[in-house]
């Protein structure tokens, strides 16, 4: 097939017509609803925008790589396969060919095999190459191996390791080759990340940041796009890169030098030679992919070898040939490149997209943090998962010092996506139609992500039979969006009867809407204190235990609660305990180190369950300015709590005239303190009321019967969209 690339200016001109494009479509929807109030603060976002400096990235529907560098490969027609070519015989031909070399690390083979065979890239070939072990037992492991998708190549004396991966490199059948250490694992995610900036964003090495393990913690970072001058000061290359077959054919392969103590690092040597021919090189650095075992005091992980200084100059001695200023000026060039493969999301579909799966849904959220709407949604994915479907997740905002709550959905689905960890901003649109392109995703869970939101229209056009659930949990947090989007959305799901409300004045149909609230499974919820919290706080059998466990965000209003601990603290017999993490943990800290020394109030921060918390607890307090129907409240309830909350949201649909609640004013400190002094005061009132609490949750649906509802509503949404897809328009 023959690929031109398109004119230098392309990149500013497409970019420009799918902002005006967008623009105009969703300015003609809006228009016809009404709803000039949203348009007119639609235009001034964007108009303000165009103040900020663009990006300047290259659209290129191919891109002739390195031709011309240093030397010509031997294998050009590999440097960028057809895709649809590689996967109808991706058996014999896969997309990524890993190369374990082992030498004496038998013991530890299975699991470095286990984590390519986990990764969310199926398409993968092992090639385990047995390096003349002498401990005894890794040439008869290597012999016994018997596992899917690998190929076993043994040496019969020692061979170094980079002749090792040489001699698996020159046997493998993937356009891209990773190579890891037999006692080296990878994370799930990291083969699929690197072959997407690999073949969507045209860098010929992909690696990432290092995590330890074994006899050391931590991690360690990498450069993002090292050039040749970096590579002449140090390694900026991690073991584990992903890279182009022809790289290696290009540059002559791995090279060794010397053993133990005289060893130079082989992988810094190959590297340096790419990059010096022209190879882009980016590093995924918010995210740390590779796990890399460090062993006791000598064994080979910890063997002491030679300085970087004396590596670096044998290293640059050796390969000085490559070193001409033409391949520093090219590399400097190469690193500031910004390219995007257009169309987008012409990525190889992974093998098993089309599998026995169920449904593909793809949930989008904002950020994945420790809040109740992850909770609720991880139960939701793994309800999903267990009944057939695959789920792949997708967070748009970053993060950082917020709690992460990633491995709530990772024990259903490895197909956790943080873009921010990985991708730059303006990557964001290209992985997301990769992602729907690749699962074949049948429909949309939207979760408050404002990056979905704003390309609806264009995947309105794009996938004309891809549903498009929106999910709201209040009518103020993204309802501006939703009203915005409103004409490209297929179905609403609303987490409590004000949402509900909320859209049938918009203007949604009834088979449109559907209400799924929140669901526990108080079988799992104790009533009884528990003896480790209550030994923990020292807390007496008389006292009143007061708490609040949530996210600590301002909507959440957590320096009420902090108040009220200061207002109660001429009550001996009443404690207030708090959990929780959050973008305001710091200023919560300040606010409790200013409290009189005679306020009891424990703050435990981050906890890694809260269900003994809330067994401890006698009154849970809820004094958001905002909220839905928190499964918070929902598992205080199940824990028997008597409850003190803002009559907000959805919480007084639930709670109104149920026994077990006092209702006040958002954040109204006086009423907060009023509600929990009538309960101090009157023990028997409280006890009414926990056992009240009780019974509201037993009238809750289950976490199941939660579930199998967003199930119900999600097939609707699929089947509306593509009964509006096969009917001819008007």
Sequence with gaps: MKHRRLPSGFSVLRARFIRVRNMATMSLHLLASRRTDVLIAALRRRILSLNQPEIVVEYVADYAGNQGAVEEPRCAAQTFPDFMQTLEGHESHPLVSVIIPCFNYGRFLDRAIDSVLGQTLADVEIIVVEGGSTDGETPQIVRNLNRPKTRVLIHDKPTLVGANRNAGIAIAKGSFICCLDADDTLHPTYLE????????HFYDVVSTAIRFSGTRSGTIDVLETPNLKDMTYGNHVTTCAVFRRHLWEKVGGFFDTGKGQDHVAEDWDFWLRCVAVGARVRNITGEYLFNYTVHDI???????????????????????????????????????????????GCLPRMPGADSDWKRSLLIAVPFLIGGGAERLLSSVVRYLTA?????????????????????????????????????????????????????????????????????????????????????????????????????????????????????????????????????????????????????????????????????LSEEKAPEVFIKLAAAFRDEPSVRFVMTGGGPLKDSVDAEIRKLPGDARLQFMGLVASTQEYFATYDIFVLPSLIDGRPIALLEALASGCAVVASEVGGIPALLRDSGAAILCRPANTADFISAIRSLVSDRSKLREMKSAAREVASRMLSERQMGANYEAALEAAINIKRLAAETPSA
């Excluded at 990340?193 to 969507?200: D, G, I, Q």
Aim: glycine share 4%; aromatic share 10%; hydrophobic share 45%.
């Design 387 to 551: 009944e057939g479907w695959r789920v792949t997740i997708v967070a748009t905002l970053p993060q950082e010092g917020l709690t992460d709550s990633r491995e709530w959905f990772e024990v259903a689905t490895s197909e956790v996506y943080s873009l921010p960890q990985f991708l730059k901003d303006w990557e964001y649109a290209s992985f997301i139609h990769y992602l729907i392109q690749s699962r074949r995703v049948d429909v949309v869970l939207l979760a408050g992500s404002r990056v979905f939101y704003e390309l609806l229209p264009e995947m309105a056009e794009k996938y004309t039979d891809m549903a498009i659930v929106d999910l709201l949990f209040n009518t103020i947090g993204h309802a501006h969006s939703h009203v915005e989007y409103q004409a490209f959305l297929t179905y609403a799901i609303g987490e409590n009867p004000e949402v509900v409300c909320w859209y049938k004045k918009l203007g949604w149909a009834d088979e449109r809407v559907k209400l799924v609230e929140s669901g526990v499974d108080i079988a799992r919820f104790d009533t009884e204190r528990s003896p480790d919290v209550v030994r923990a706080l020292k807390i007496a059998d008389e006292d009143i235990v007061i708490g609040f466990s949530g996210r």
């Design 193 to 200: 990340k690197a072959v997407f900036l690999l073949e969507a």
């Design 298 to 344: 000598g064994s080979l992980s910890s063997t002491n070898v030679r300085s970087i200084k004396h590596q670096r100059d044998v290293i640059l001695a050796r390969n000085r040939a490559f070193l001409q200023p033409e391949a520093f000026a090219r590399s400097k060039s190469q690193a500031r490149r910004r390219m995007v493969r257009v169309p987008e």
